[in-house]
């Protein structure tokens, strides 16, 4: 069974760095991209980026270049989000999806994760 | 940078109903569109990709369909498991999504 399982819920203050979890399980790592979205609460989704584990390969919406760095370790076939410094308004849900790098689904993610809530307070 | 625009942000329809939203792309980018259904607390589901491919164990009254900048998302006799939020997604931008309610 294919499954993505996150890390659980995080709480922080602002400043402070953070690094979110993704496992994957069930398929071939290096076949399938894995991205990183963003729902803050209330609102709709947004895509952060997207990693190859193949060959490390990452592309970065404009909105989340800089903020955020996405990686992944190919031994544990697990990708992780990564703040290092975290601001109020990085509280939200953060969701893993896969994406076939064979491009079957177009540029869909096909399976997610459960999700992240990452509350960021003083 | 590419936008996708949806609409209506909020339909209210019946069980029964025959349910449209189209999404706008800003330019024409690729014709490979994906569309995805999320309940309260739960992660977006895969619905079509490819425009018009259904995923697998989606029910047959989900169809989609679009090309160049418009895209449509088609849910015939609507069910009450199908009142979620939807969203599309192409390369690397969502809608800003469409709430079914009753």
């Known amino acids: 069974e294919v499954q993505l399982v996150q890390s659980g819920a995080e709480v922080k203050k602002p400043g402070e760095s953070l690094q979110i979890s993704c496992q994957t399980s069930?398929?071939?790592?290096?076949?399938?991209?894995i991205g990183w979205v963003r729902q803050m609460p209330g609102k709709g989704l947004e895509w952060m980026g997207i990693?190859?584990?193949?060959?490390?390969?990452?592309k970065y919406s404009p909105s989340f270049q800089g903020r955020v760095t996405v990686s992944v370790d190919k031994s544990i076939s697990t990708a992780y989000l990564q703040w290092s410094g975290l601001k109020a308004s990085d509280t939200a849900m953060y969701y893993c999806?896969?994406?076939?790098?064979?491009?079957?689904?177009?540029?869909?993610?096909?399976?997610w994760g459960q999700g992240t809530m990452v509350t960021v307070s003083s | 940078d590419l936008q996708m625009t949806q609409s209506p942000s909020t339909l209210s329809a019946s069980v029964g109903d025959r349910v449209t939203i189209t999404c706008r792309a800003s330019?024409?980018?690729?014709?490979?569109l994906a569309w995805y259904q999320q309940k309260p607390g739960k992660a977006p589901k895969l619905l079509i990709y490819?425009?018009?491919t259904l995923e697998s164990g989606v029910p047959s009254r989900f169809s989609g369909s679009g090309s160049g900048t418009e895209f449509t998302l088609t849910i015939t006799s609507l069910q009450p498991d199908d009142f979620a939020t939807y969203y599309c997604?192409?390369?690397?931008?969502f809608g800003q999504g469409t709430k079914v309610e009753i």
């Open positions: 999806g896969r994406q076939p790098a064979n491009f079957n689904y177009g540029y869909a993610f096909d399976i």
């Open positions: 069930g398929y071939d790592f290096s076949n399938y991209w």
């Open positions: 990693i190859h584990p193949g060959d490390s390969t990452i």
């Open positions: 330019q024409s980018f690729s014709t490979w």
């Open positions: 490819k425009t018009s």
């Open positions: 997604l192409q390369y690397m931008t």
